[in-house]
């Protein structure tokens, strides 16, 4: 099925470990997004890409890294992680950066940081 | 800066009561409004895309509005099937991402 597909699903790392989150999408989408949802807070953009190697900054980039070289990829890397970054990750892909349904989420990696 | 704010943040009816959802934005030029529904360990799924005041959208049993300051969620005689988190998220014209709500957890019971 076309959609969005993120690995892993479950996650636990110890504090200062560094891990990639995968994020491939089959639609051909050019716009692709993380983020972030957290009990209360509602989902926080931590990066998007617009198209092959064109990344920039959400709301909340610390401690995290993104790339993109291949329209259908976009993964996450946390680079030394922290309590703080326990949290559930979506990634999402659209069809454009205004897109008029909406933007397709895959179905989470839920990271736990101890 | 943007602000949504969904209320109520959690819902209970029974089968049948219908009832609205509210999501009230602050943004300097809406490009877009969109509803979503989330089922627990799964990701968004997108319902619907409203542009202007007075625009609706209608599927199965919910009805989305828009006003120049809020969006409602209507739903006419709900299942159980119904029951979700449902976030709300606002676009604006110039910005390259969605403004989330928090979402308001909706439980129907048989």
């Known amino acids: 099925n076309a959609g969005v597909t993120q690995t892993p699903k479950f996650q636990v790392l110890k504090t200062g470990q560094s891990m990639t989150l995968q994020c491939a999408q089959d639609?051909?989408?050019?716009?692709m997004s993380w983020y972030r949802q957290d009990p209360g807070m509602g989902l926080r953009l931590i990066h998007y890409?617009?198209?092959?190697?064109?990344?920039d900054q959400g709301e909340v980039p610390n401690g995290y890294n993104v790339s993109r070289s291949t329209t259908e990829d976009f993964p996450l890397r946390l680079l030394s992680a922290a309590p703080s970054q326990t949290s559930v990750y979506f990634c999402?892909?659209?069809?454009?950066?205004?897109?008029?349904?909406?933007?397709?989420f895959g179905s989470g990696t839920r990271l736990t940081v101890v | 800066e943007d602000q949504v704010t969904q209320s109520p943040e959690a819902l209970r009816l029974q089968e049948g009561e219908s009832s609205s959802l509210n999501c009230s934005y602050t943004v300097s030029g809406l490009r877009g409004l969109f509803w979503y529904r989330q089922d627990p360990g799964k990701g968004p799924e997108f319902l619907f895309t409203l542009y202007s005041a007075g625009e609706e959208k209608e599927k199965e049993r919910l009805k989305a509005t828009l006003t120049k300051k809020e969006s409602f969620l209507h739903i006419t005689a709900p299942k159980p099937e119904d029951s979700a988190t449902y976030l709300c998220a606002v676009q604006e014209g110039s910005a390259r991402q969605l403004t989330f709500g928090s979402g308001t957890q909706l439980t129907v019971l048989p």
């Open positions: 639609m051909n989408h050019e716009y």
């Open positions: 890409s617009v198209g092959a190697g064109i990344t």
């Open positions: 999402a892909s659209s069809s454009a950066v205004i897109a008029p349904r909406g933007y397709t």
